[in-house]
């Protein structure tokens, strides 16, 4: 079964505004990614984390180990922040398999 | 920086002919290599992950017949999508990683089928 479960699927975002997405997963985790894809297809790079939390300018990811989540704070979202956002969770044991959320579609609006 | 270049960009093959896609690696040494497949749905369907030093793994749904995979150095991978027809169709994308690290992934090849 789906071990990254991602919510909400779709979050639209006035301008300046801010909200959470998150991932539950239903396995033990040793790491998360959280990659933004643009128009073009490309996935980029947002976080890796092995625990913890880590910030880059307005965006701000957690990831709990131990309670099986992870989530990815945006705040005073631009419009240029528009695009679907996945997470991915690297699953424990001596394999190196990314297994993927559904998505998040994020629209800010003016 | 780790960046991995992928390519084609776009291709469109007839339905039955098969084509090849590549994935580089530079900046660091690609000891895993993943690849996947966006369904029109969005979602990420892993193909196989190779990693250096052990055989190739192909999820279920996925052969070796039909996704040759290649994986001769640490900079470098292949795939090829061989007859492909209508479900085939979707991004292509590669992800490469290094030891206990993130992966990094290419900028996909997009596979129209006619």
């Known amino acids: 079964g789906d071990q990254v479960e991602q919510s909400p699927s779709a979050l639209s975002l006035h301008e300046g505004t801010g909200s959470a997405l998150r991932c539950n997963f239903t396995?033990?985790?040793?790491?998360v990614q959280w990659f933004q894809q643009n128009s073009r297809g490309s996935l980029i790079n947002l976080f890796y984390?092995?625990?913890g939390t880590k910030e880059n300018g307005r965006l701000k990811s957690t990831f709990n180990s131990k309670e099986s989540y992870s989530t990815l704070h945006i705040r005073d979202a631009q419009l240029e922040d528009s695009g679907t956002y996945f997470c991915?969770?690297?699953?424990?044991?001596?394999?190196?398999?990314?297994?993927f959320g559904q998505g998040t579609v994020l629209s800010v609006i003016p | 920086g780790a960046l991995v270049y992928q390519y084609p960009r776009r291709t469109i093959c007839k339905s039955g002919t098969s084509m090849r896609m590549e994935c580089q690696a530079v900046?660091?040494?690609?000891?895993?290599v993943a690849w996947y497949r966006q369904s029109p749905q969005k979602t990420f369907e892993l193909i196989a992950l190779?990693?250096?030093?052990?055989?190739?793994?192909?999820e279920q749904n996925f052969t070796q017949e039909k996704f040759p995979i290649s994986h001769p150095n640490l900079s470098f991978s292949s795939m090829t999508v061989l007859n492909a027809y209508l479900e085939d169709r979707g991004l292509y994308l590669c992800?490469?990683?290094?030891?206990?690290?993130?992966?990094?992934f290419g900028s996909g090849t997009r596979l129209l089928v006619i």
């Open positions: 992800g490469a990683r290094r030891e206990n690290s993130d992966y990094t």
């Open positions: 984390l092995a625990s």
């Open positions: 991915a969770a690297l699953t424990t044991g001596g394999n190196n398999k990314l297994t």
């Open positions: 190779s990693t250096v030093n052990s055989a190739i793994k192909y």
């Open positions: 900046g660091f040494q690609a000891t895993s």
């Open positions: 396995t033990t985790m040793r790491a």
